[in-house]
């Protein structure tokens, strides 16, 4: 069972995110807080009461657009603290899931929130909570890979993703039609995806050789033109992505 606290500055979607936490019968208690400073008050009070005490918080479901400290602010505080609840952002903007995910948010819900989308985050937490493994995600074929935006579930195609882009323990797909942030290390992307096509020219970046139109050279410097995106190669990888460049223009 968990117990959640509520934070949304708009009273209406606090109230509707209230009744739809109190219908779950996986949470156990919800409060509500009307700015982010009064639920950092109140996570503080739940931390001094420890774990077991009558004040705990499991899951902070917090909005990010608020007056004063928003809800990115007190996500990145709550990263300080020695055992912070686990945090799902709740909001009416996509923008702002890459520094969500960065800050390790279980889940990132869009407004208006539907109650079976809800369901999953909660599933989530209480998953997260009680420091059960994830469950591994079965692609369908090894042709695709799934991916979700606002409770949708969709399958993308490997052959249409021209880059990847890391982002801690996630990645960002990159293809023409738009891109897709997915939980799945971009390293666990380079070793599924070698003998596919895929070379990794920087840290950050994991490259389609298909759809590398260009190598540039300037002044030292290394890149690709990937469609209209010019990505820079690191001197460690650059000799191994000319010599994969030359191969295939050869063979």
Do not use: C
């Not at 993703?161 to 939980?183: F, N, W």
Request: hydrophobic share 45%; charged share 25%; no cysteine.
């Amino acid at each position: 069972m968990l117990r959640a606290l509520a934070v949304d500055d708009e009273q209406p979607s606090l109230e509707e995110l209230l009744y739809l936490l109190n219908a779950d019968p996986r949470v156990s208690s919800v409060e509500g807080a009307s700015d982010a400073t009064e639920a950092l008050r109140r996570i503080n009070r739940a931390l001094e009461s420890g774990p077991a005490g009558p004040e705990a918080i499991d899951v902070v479901f917090l909005d990010i657009h608020m007056p004063g400290l928003d809800g990115l602010d007190l996500a990145r505080l709550l990263t300080g603290f020695a055992n912070p609840p686990l945090v799902v952002f709740v909001t009416a903007h996509e923008g702002f899931a890459v520094q969500a995910f960065d800050l390790k948010a279980v889940d990132y819900l869009l407004k208006p929130v539907r109650r079976e989308r809800l369901a999953e985050a909660v599933r989530r937490a209480a998953q997260f909570r009680d420091a059960a493994p994830l469950i591994p995600v079965h692609e369908p074929d090894p042709d695709h890979i799934s991916v979700e935006l606002g409770g949708v579930t969709r399958f993308v195609a490997v052959e249409d993703i021209t880059h990847v882009e890391a982002h801690g323990d996630y990645a960002r797909l990159h293809t023409p039609q738009g891109s897709h942030l997915v939980r799945i290390p971009v390293s666990t992307l380079e070793e599924r995806w070698r003998s596919r096509g895929f070379v990794r020219i920087h840290r950050r970046h994991l490259v389609a050789l298909r759809h590398i139109g260009e190598l540039r050279l300037d002044a030292g410097t290394v890149s690709v033109l990937v469609g209209p995106v010019e990505l820079q190669v690191s001197r460690r990888h650059a000799r191994e992505l000319r010599d994969l460049l030359l191969r295939r223009t050869t063979s």
